[in-house]
Nanobody, 121 residues
């Protein structure tokens, strides 16, 4: 029974910063990758940032240079440092974790409940 618990969302003024956290519990092992997606009303869910257990990172084009993802593999926890926030960053942010099992040719995906980030102008 894997659960992802997000925290750190809230209201911030444009140009400000916010730090999101996501802690996984109940896992039988460490995740191969963790990351963040976001979804604004009327828009599709999009990738924000992701990091592998080996430390490789990937960012969505709209957040490059402003957001930084990091992780604590021992704690199965991922963080998202968001700087220079814009009103367009307003969305529900979802934590995601993935466990791959190469022998079975299968991957397991888990999602958090989401945390609201609102950026005022």
């Amino acid at each position: 029974q894997v659960q992802l618990v997000e925290s750190g969302g809230g209201l911030v003024q444009a140009g400000g910063s916010l730090r999101l956290s996501c802690a996984a519990s109940g896992s039988i092992g460490r995740f191969n990758a963790m990351g963040w997606h976001r979804q604004a009303p009327g828009k599709e869910r999009e990738l924000v940032a992701a990091v592998t257990s080996g430390g490789l990172t990937n960012y969505g084009d709209s957040v490059k240079g402003r957001f930084t993802i990091s992780s604590d593999n021992a704690k199965n926890t991922v963080y998202l440092q968001m700087n220079s926030l814009k009103p367009d960053d307003t969305a529900v942010y979802y934590c995601n974790a993935k466990i791959t099992v190469p022998v079975l040719m299968k991957a397991y995906d888990y999602w958090g409940q989401g945390t609201q980030v609102t950026v005022s102008s």
